[in-house]
């Protein structure tokens, strides 16, 4: 049988397409998207530019493999034939109750939470993806419990955690002695300014302003990473240095949420992939984990003398003025106080 489209794996990056030439243009144009701020770029002004970032190249017909599902539904939904090669191993089969018991062997003193059970299974599984999880839903344990399986079980030696600066690496570190990794010295290094670490550990915790001066062979020894706070990673450098983990197999990110830009979608799709689970506030409000909460609207309403007295000021004067005004200060401090 001929397929319209074959997919072959190149690495753990990014997978070869080939197709004609028109279903190669289509797919181009399916993985592009204009750029945020994109009518104010000298180049966009100078018509060298189109605007928009496009993440598949039909002269080297490569595509970030984080888009490979998306490719799929599309070509489902449009009826084109495709064929998956070197794909093997895309995803993992993991016994849910095995694996729970086996995570809450590593954590002293309480049992991870079923909602937290639920995003490690889905990273475990899928080993490509995004858990976007609400700020008290305890993030830095799922990432625990995602290393700590990696090693033991997958037996992964080298292992990498990027995390935005330094005080969330001591952070981290910390967070995972408290969950209860005693021997940690022996399997977590960390990489800073002022810290040396060997390399040799199975675990890294690291900022991307710390490796992006790495080589990219450096990148090649990890085997997963894990990106915390991965909306970040519509950031150039950090993209850059995940797409640089050509042999890491699992790439999770973990977030509280995510642009609404399609073009900064799509940089962190390709590079991690979709999202694989999510939790609201909300649901954390309903199961008691989290403390209702009540929105108020203020709407202060400024005198009109006011308000003509400073119509013609510029926006930093005006931000200034609001800012010192006697009665709106009174007012606002009223309704904290209330």
Not at 170 to 188: H, K, L, P, R, T
Not at 206 to 221: A, R
Request: with cysteine; aromatic share 12%.
């Amino acid at each position: 049988m001929d397929y319209d489209l074959t997919i072959q794996k190149q690495n753990d990056s990014y997978v070869q397409l080939h197709c004609d030439e028109s279903l190669s243009h289509k797919i181009y144009c399916l993985f592009s998207a204009f750029q945020a701020g994109y009518k104010f770029n000298p180049r966009f002004k100078l018509k060298l530019w189109d605007g928009k970032i496009h993440l598949y190249s039909p002269i080297t017909q490569l595509l970030p493999i984080g888009l490979v599902d998306n490719l799929l539904k599309w070509c489902n939904k449009n009826n084109y034939t495709y064929k998956l090669f070197g794909m093997e191993g895309f995803r993992e089969s993991v016994d849910y109750d095995t694996m729970s018991r086996q995570v809450n062997s590593y954590i002293k003193d309480f049992d991870a939470r079923e909602y937290q059970l639920k995003a490690v299974y889905a990273a475990l599984t899928n080993k490509r993806g995004i858990l976007m999880s609400c700020t008290g839903s305890g993030k830095s344990l799922m990432i625990y419990c995602i290393m700590r399986y990696l090693i033991e079980v997958k037996h992964r030696k080298h292992l990498l955690l990027i995390v935005p600066n330094t005080s969330l690496v001591e952070q981290m570190y910390s967070d995972f002695v408290d969950y209860g990794w005693e021997n940690i010295d022996s399997q977590v290094e960390r990489l800073y300014s002022g810290m040396k670490p060997t390399f040799r550990l199975p675990l890294l915790i690291s900022t991307w302003q710390s490796l992006e001066n790495q080589g990219k062979e450096f990148f090649e020894d990890y085997q997963g990473v894990v990106v915390d706070e991965a909306h970040g990673v519509r950031a150039n450098i950090v993209g850059k240095l995940m797409k640089q983990c050509i042999n890491a197999d699992y790439k999770i990110g973990t977030t509280g949420t995510l642009p609404t830009e399609v073009s900064e979608q799509l940089v962190i799709n390709g590079v991690l992939g979709n999202v694989i689970f999510e939790l609201k506030s909300k649901e954390l409000i309903d199961l008691g984990y989290l403390t209702k909460i009540a929105v108020a609207g203020i709407f202060v309403r400024y005198p009109e003398e006011f308000i003509k007295l400073n119509k013609d000021r510029t926006y930093q004067e005006e931000v200034k003025t609001v800012e010192e005004y006697t009665d709106r200060n009174k007012s606002l401090n009223f309704v904290i106080d209330h």
